[in-house]
């Protein structure tokens, strides 16, 4: 599956080739949660009983827009190439609406927000732009023939909360790497960028009044209530061993997943073929991410291939997010808590040194793309003495650990653990290594991944990156770290296969002068991707 994967992935490397940023008014928070509870100190004196059968809680209020004048506008809080946050986006027919009175120039080109949705491939660039049929520019005139209005209620259902609609087909949707260290990574740094003034109020939110779940760290940031995928069918974002769908339970415990039958239902129900009364949908906040539009960015398709790259971006040049992984922490931590991991994490505003160096080693020697039998052998030996001697020399001072993971032999809760408790991951290029997504960055956190000599791809550099983390590149007997990687990525041949040579003691440099250079050096890491050069094409 990584192969074919990478392989894909490279396809789309070959494609690869507006800013608008409106703050406004959200949405009503009028409907925020009970304030008696949410307000009143002296709830912990109260017993639960006493504040779940107290009678019922008072009635939320609710702003009737059937009854208004006008429908409410579409506003676009937050734009990167196939990232877009709106506020008052509409569905009719399957096409998103953006219902508004201002020219359509004054919003971003639609291809760089939607496409078709057909999968990605070399010859198909132009059945993937998007038509009229996916997004379409409304005026409030036209809404209300359409949809009613006047002396008459509007015929709009709200779908409350805040929705991500996914536009991507299964084609990369059902790989760990893409939909956790892309779509959500991605996801989540957009929306916590554009929440992070705390000045602009969270939107009607799911702030829930009792619940057993511990609270995101970002208290700010609006909790997904709804994914859809609109492409997919149940199965199409699910990976083969289980952790898309084991990560959204975990973080999103509240999650509602619709897919594409459930879209078919919403498009039917307005659907003029269907109905002869228009109707439409309304979703008051939502973020709408698109791999298309992505790759017609800069950022993704012409650098770094990643689609999590543009909104990252966006949001780290405005400063929106922070270089360490704060904006992610919330995230990674939920994950953590629900393994077993540390439930006291908080997110620190500078990176920490460790007292315990674990190096992971992600062992992918029962898998098809792997090392060489005896380097592996040797590169394990290797290890072991390393820790042995540092042990020693540091005089329990600092601790090191060395753990060798078969992630196929352990559970996905064992994986989280091991993987959070990580300072410096090592392993051949593959899927094993999104786990790096899971490692709370330290002063020394770092990712060395080795990859057949000539080889390379930037899935888990760019992200290490983006996280605050180092990433070494081991060829056997060389290695290198940011800015001296190829410019573009390339698979020779044997890249996927079981002859990948590493010389050991290669590796035991790099992580023993990557550790002693990281101790003496200053706590920010300079490596972040916003320096790079092309950073400022966003
Ligand atoms: C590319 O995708 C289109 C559909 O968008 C399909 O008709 C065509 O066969 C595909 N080509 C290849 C080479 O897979
Ligand atoms: C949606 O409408 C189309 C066209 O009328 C129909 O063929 C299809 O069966 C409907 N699908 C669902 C899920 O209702
Ligand atoms: C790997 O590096 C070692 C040490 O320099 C060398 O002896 C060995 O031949 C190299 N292996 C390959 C396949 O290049």
Redesign the pocket.
């Known amino acids: 599956m990584p192969f074919s994967v990478s392989r894909r992935d490279a396809v789309l490397t070959l494609l690869g080739a507006s800013c608008f940023y409106l703050i406004t008014a959200l949405v009503s928070d009028s409907r925020l949660a009970s304030p008696a509870l949410l307000q009143n100190p002296g709830i912990s004196g109260a017993s639960v009983g006493d504040l779940l059968n107290s009678g019922p809680l008072p009635a939320k209020k609710t702003i009737d827009l059937g009854l208004v004048e006008d429908f409410p506008e579409t506003t676009v809080i937050s734009h990167a190439p196939g990232w877009t946050l709106f506020t008052n986006l509409y569905m009719h027919a399957g096409a998103l609406i953006i219902l508004t009175s201002e020219p359509a120039s004054s919003f971003p080109l639609p291809p760089m927000m939607t496409s078709t949705g057909l999968p990605g491939n070399l010859t198909n660039d132009a059945q993937r732009i998007p038509t009229e049929n996916d997004m379409a520019f409304v005026t409030p005139a036209q809404a209300r023939k359409w949809w009613g209005g006047g002396n008459e209620r509007h015929r709009v259902l709200t779908v409350e909360g805040t929705t991500a609609l996914f536009n991507d087909p299964p084609q990369f949707l059902n790989h760990y790497f893409h939909f956790v260290a892309e779509l959500m990574f991605g996801t989540w740094a957009f929306l916590y960028g554009a929440f992070a003034d705390e000045k602009l109020s969270k939107p009607a939110s799911a702030t829930p009044d009792a619940s057993f779940t511990l609270p995101l760290l970002s208290t700010n940031t609006p909790i997904i209530s709804r994914a859809i995928f609109i492409h997919s069918d149940v199965d199409g974002w699910r990976d083969g061993p289980g952790f898309n769908g084991y990560f959204m339970r975990a973080v999103f415990p509240s999650i509602t997943i619709e897919v594409k039958k459930d879209w078919i239902d919403r498009i039917n129900a307005t659907s003029p073929t269907n109905t002869h009364i228009g109707r439409a949908w309304h979703f008051p906040l939502a973020l709408l991410t698109d791999r298309s539009a992505a790759f017609r960015g800069p950022i993704t398709g012409a650098h770094t291939q990643r689609t999590a790259a543009q909104p990252w971006m966006r949001m780290a040049k405005q400063g929106k997010i922070d270089l360490i992984g704060n904006w992610w922490a919330s995230l990674r931590s939920a994950l953590t808590r629900y393994a077993g991991g540390d439930p006291t994490e908080r997110m620190s505003a500078e990176l920490e040194v460790p007292d315990t160096i674990v190096i992971t080693y992600i062992d992918r020697q029962g898998t098809r793309r792997h090392l060489r039998d005896a380097d592996n052998l040797a590169l394990l030996k290797a290890m072991e003495e390393l820790v042995k001697r540092k042990n020693v020399e540091d005089d329990g001072k600092r601790k090191w650990e060395f753990h060798d993971v078969h992630a196929e032999r352990l559970s996905l809760d064992e994986q989280v653990q091991v993987a959070s408790r990580t300072t410096i991951m090592l392993g051949v290029h593959g899927n094993g290594l999104t786990h790096l997504v899971l490692m709370k960055p330290t002063k020394v956190s770092a990712v060395v991944e080795i990859f057949l ?1 000539g080889g390379f791809a930037r899935d888990y550099e760019w992200t290490s990156r983006s996280l605050g983390m180092t990433h070494y590149s081991i060829w ?2 060389t290695s290198f770290t940011h800015p001296h990687e190829p410019e573009i990525p390339d698979y020779p041949d044997g890249f996927h296969g079981p002859n990948i ?3 050991a003691p ?1 590796v035991v440099k790099v992580i023993e002068e990557h550790v002693a250079m990281r101790m003496r050096g200053p706590s920010l890491p300079d490596n972040s991707p916003v320096n790079d050069t092309y950073a400022d094409e966003i």
């Open positions: 000599p056997n007997d040579p590493v010389h290669t």
